[in-house]
């Protein structure tokens, strides 16, 4: 099996490639300490691995973030993959969620490329009802003029993905050009896939079943992990930036600076000794 870690692929003979992305620690190191309801979980697990095939078709240096908020159940469903090779997802539901419900209501799905130089990009899409894969092929077909096809599947241990997309035929036109014939046949292929398949086949055995009349090119697979990236240190750094006579203030009333991490719920907690050090006080 393929585990944690995304692998693309190439039709030789057409201008046509994907990824296939399996998360299986990282999935659930993801959700470890959440709690989330089971359709949350299904959901996030869906834009975990949404975020991870999308980052990984981008060529660049930085963190890509897929985010959705609405006036729903869910206020903000976000997951982040940073340099192809982390990830990390939050998600703020109501108190009162009803997994009957549709999650989303009058929601935008937001793209979010945030380079390690330079400026970051943002782009929007109507998400209707619940449906992250057809949002994302609009989202491409509409924003970048490519065409693309989404699948993604989760169940309680693992969330995998894969995306097909016509090449463009250069970096400043899209793919609605390109040959239509092979793509709808490519594309009706695609639907016949199962989540089973998806989450159960290897990529080898996925890609042969799907298309083995085809001459497929497959490159080697690179991992991807789950890193929160908080840590004491930068919550140091927090309490530095609240000043000296803050830090002390809010000691003096609450009995502790207290900080918990969002997307791995790690608590961190500062006292009067620490302001010693932090502030470096005599």
């Given amino acids: 099996m393929n585990t944690d870690q995304f692998q693309p692929f190439l039709f030789d003979e057409l201008a046509i ?7 299986d620690s ?26 991870s095939l999308l980052s990984s078709s981008i060529k660049f240096d930085g963190s890509l973030v897929l985010q959705a908020q609405g006036k729903g159940q869910v206020s903000l469903m976000m997951a982040e993959c940073k340099n192809r090779e982390s990830i990390r997802g939050i998600c703020r539901y109501s108190d ?27 782009s929007f899409i109507a998400l209707h009802e619940d449906d992250l894969q057809h949002g994302l ?39 609605l050009q390109q040959d239509d014939e ?46 929160c990236g908080c840590s004491r240190v930068r919550c140091i750094a927090a309490v530095q930036n609240l000043g000296q006579q803050d830090a002390k203030a809010l000691i003096a009333e609450e009995g502790e600076i207290s900080v918990d991490c969002q997307f791995c719920k790690q608590h961190y907690s500062f006292k009067d000794v620490d302001l010693v050090e932090i502030f470096r006080l005599n």
Avoid: W
């Fill in 26 to 51: 990282a999935f659930l190191d993801c959700m470890e300490r959440q709690h989330y309801p089971e359709k949350i979980k299904k959901h996030l697990g869906e834009f975990l691995t949404a975020v």
């Fill in 17 to 23: 490639r994907g990824q296939i992305v399996h998360l």
């Fill in 96 to 122: 009162a969620f009803d997994r009957e419900k549709l999650l989303f209501e009058n929601a935008n799905l937001a793209l979010t490329l945030e380079p390690s130089k330079g400026q970051p990009y943002q």
């Fill in 182 to 227: 092979s793509f709808t046949r490519i594309e009706a292929l695609f639907r016949t896939l199962s989540d089973e398949e998806l989450l159960s086949l290897s990529n080898e055995e996925l890609l042969f079943r799907l298309f083995h009349e085809e001459i497929v090119r497959v490159f080697d697979s690179k991992p991807i992990n789950f890193i």
């Fill in 137 to 175: 092929e609009d989202y491409f077909l509409q924003s970048e003029q490519i065409r693309t096809l989404v699948h993604l599947s989760v169940n309680e241990n693992r969330a995998a993905g894969m995306i097909i997309q016509a090449m463009p035929t250069s970096d400043f036109q899209g793919s």
